[in-house]
Structures are given as structure tokens and as C-alpha cells.
């Protein structure tokens, strides 16, 4: 298992990554939240959480170590299109992007979505309405112009493939490979065993993880994660590997001590610390 590298004596926050978040909408400020989170808590020096500007305050109140930068926004207070010039200038400096936790399906955001997709110059990690915003438009993740890796559950590459969700989870390496290959991507196809496939037809079938972890929230942990170790300068592919696995460890050592019924994202956010330091003691 890839392991996260070591940090240097003499070393500083902008030594371990910027990553921007670009997430929540009115009644999403949670996943917004936990994706920031996760990243800080992978190891990532800087993160940056772009918010529809009505949010601001909701969003400055929930993170402490996570900046908040307020964005243009569509009248349903989501991201707007008018967001995009503030969001490729500051992307300049980022290390990572990730793109999708509770953005909603507001059609100014995900006009914004599908263009980002196809400009951002910097990796990009696509999860929950940044996927959903390319439904009968998956052609422009060939036209992205840096690495993508794409994290869909079963549900959301239906919508992404046309196949029936039972196809996709009888085959998830199969299809896995398949949709990497055709579209350049890292595909991370969430779910039991959830596998990691890359262009070349590599994959990686994880296995870490529970049932407790079938909760809402948990998917933008994940993100977060993966955002983190891409920004820390690993290798899209070796990010998600990295994150699965640790974000599976890390939902193991909550069952352990709430339980598969009780357990909640919070508690993985709560024990990646704990997971990272089993690995690394490996």
C-alpha cells in the first residue's frame, strides 16, 4: 500500500499543499464541510472552501482552520457562472480542486461545473453534483486539460454509462476499467470492494470498509482525502488508492467502537488521524 511521505524538520504549510474546495448550497453546508475537513485532516497545508456568498457566514462559523472564500451565486444561492473568473484565478495557486459535494443540480452550477471541468488547469477530483452535472455530457471529461479523478457510486455512473446500477455493481471492476480507459480518468466506483481503475486498465479493489459506512456525508470525506493527498504531490492514481483504503480503515475503526448502526461521516473525520498513524506504523 502506497504510504503517505514523510515531512521534512524544515519544512512549512505551503510545503503540503493548497487545495480549494468548491462546494455546499442552502441545506449541503455539511458535505461542504466535511470535504474541507478531511482534507485539512489528510495532511494538507492550506485549504480553501469556495461558498455561494449567502453562505458565508454559515460556513465561516462551522470551519476554523479552513478558509472561506465567498463566490457569485445563482438566485437559488448556489454557485454561479459568474463564479468562474474568481475560481480559475485563485485555482492558479492550488495544488488540487475538488469539485462537487453538495453543489446542487441548479442549472447556472452546473453550467459552471462543465465548464471548470473542461479549463481547470490544475487535478481535479469530481464527486456527487459535479458528476451529476455531466449526465448526458460525459464527452467533456476528454477535453480536460489536467489529470480528473472521478468518484461516482453505483447510482451515479447509471446516470453517467446509461447501464442499470444491478450491471455496474455485478461488474464494478469491469466497468470501472472500461469508463477510465474511454474517458482518460482515475475512476473511483464506490461501494463493497470499491475499485480504483486508471487509463491504462491498472486497478486496485479495496478492502477496507463497512456497512456503517452506507451514511450520507461519507462520500465527501472521501473527496476531501483524496483532494489532500494529490495536493501533497502524489500521483492521481496512488491518491486514490491511498484514500480509499485509509477512508475504509478509518470507517473500521468508528464500527469498532459506535457500531455499523450508530456510526456517522463525522466519526471517519474523527479517526483518519488514527488510521494514518496505523499505516504508517506498518
Known sequence: MIKIPKRKADSNKGDYGRVLVLAGSPGFTGAAALCSQAALVSGSGLVTLGIPKSLYTIMARKLTEAMAMPLPETRGQALGEKAYPAIMKFSEKADCIALGPGLSRDPGTQRLVRKLVTTLRKPVVLDADGINALEGKTELLKRAQAPVVITPHPGEMSRLTGLSVKRITAAKEKVAKEFANKYNVVCVLK????????????RYVNPTGNPGMAKGGTGDVLTGMIASFIGQGMRPFDAAMLGVYLHGLAGDLAAK???EVSMLASDLLDRIPDAIKKLSSY
Not at 461501494?191 to 491498472?202: F, Q
Request: charged share 40%; aromatic share 0%.
Open 257 to 259: 467502537e459506535k457500531g
Open 191 to 202: 461501494g463493497h470492494r470499491t475499485v480504483v481503475a486508471r487509463p491504462d486498465g491498472k
